[in-house]
């Protein structure tokens, strides 16, 4: 039988009314993965040791929980590689894959901690490239004020985010933006000159040798930019939003979704999100 990390399973109630959670597909743990997790348990690997490493051909973000595939037996190392490789998978491509479920009953945080670093370890084993997968740790904030709509652009194109620390409130609520309406916006924009919609898409469109978030941040949003604050106000009559609650999360394709996020009421600490990027592979503009 082939090994799937995930089940189809149905909306939850409250974002029944959602526009955007109607539209696309919801997934969760498999049973069968459930099983695995639950033998990780028993034989006391979701107990192990987790740290934070570089990858240094990710610099400037290319931190990293990490782990080891030693201690686990012949037989779970070749479920886990089956597994990595089910996630690895899943190819958002336009849509967006939402998620719930991940955590509570299934997996505490920490274990969950393990479990994700431990699927990093067999992505970059199975790669045999270092690169291959980030599970990129989360910076606390005191004070957010949201994070504006954004792309990370890893050296990796997918983007898995299982959120924790999250409060109950409906603050904090995740935004999303295709790639589709970025271009329409990009073009509609009088005052963005046309050196600077070029490189916008570039960074969208082709693969990258370095990690790019802070060039394209800096396109989208950075001050002094005339079209920055004309952009900002053309995608906001687009953007979508979604308030995901412990548990719940989606796997976007970074080139094809911007994402962001609105004002939390509380700290944003270092469990807020779980994110695991992977993919190493370029896309064709569309």
């Not at 012949?74 to 479920?79: C, E, N, R, V, Y």
């Not at 967006?96 to 994700?116: K, N």
């Not at 990009?186 to 990258?208: F, G, M, N, T, W």
């Not at 796997?251 to 993919?279: E, M, P, Y």
Request: net charge positive; glycine share 6%.
């Amino acid at each position: 039988m082939e090994a799937m990390a995930f089940a189809p399973t149905t909306i939850p109630q409250h974002h029944r009314s959602n526009g955007l959670a109607q539209s696309y597909p919801w997934l969760t743990w498999s049973p069968a993965f459930r099983a695995f997790a639950h033998d990780l348990r028993e034989s006391g690997q979701l107990r192990r040791r987790v740290t934070i490493g570089e990858v240094p051909r990710c610099k400037p973000y290319g931190a990293t929980y990490r782990t080891h595939l030693r201690g686990l037996s012949g037989t779970q190392i070749k479920f886990l590689t089956a597994y990595a490789e089910s996630v690895q998978a899943h190819d958002p491509k336009t849509k967006v894959i939402f998620f719930r479920g991940m955590l509570q009953s299934a997996l505490s945080s920490r274990e969950l901690r393990v479990l994700l670093s431990l699927l990093r370890e067999a992505m970059i084993y199975v790669a045999g490239d270092e690169a291959a997968a980030l599970y990129s740790p989360v910076t606390p904030e005191q004070r957010d004020p949201g994070f504006n709509l954004h792309a990370d652009l890893f050296l990796t194109t997918k983007l898995w985010l299982i959120f924790d620390d999250v409060p109950g409130d409906c603050t904090g609520v995740s935004l999303l933006l295709s790639r589709k309406i970025l271009l329409k916006s990009v073009r509609q924009i009088p005052s963005l000159p046309p050196h600077v919609a070029k490189e916008i898409l570039h960074l969208l469109d082709r693969p990258l040798k370095s990690d790019s978030f802070n060039r394209l941040y800096g396109l989208l949003h950075g001050t002094g930019h005339r079209w920055s604050v004309d952009l900002n106000e053309h995608m906001k009559k687009h953007v979508l939003n979604i308030p995901l609650r412990v548990g719940e999360g989606y796997l976007i394709d970074d080139r094809r979704w911007l994402h962001g996020r609105t004002a939390v009421s509380r700290r944003v600490s270092k469990q807020r999100f779980h994110r695991l990027t992977f993919g190493l592979r370029g896309i064709s503009a569309t």
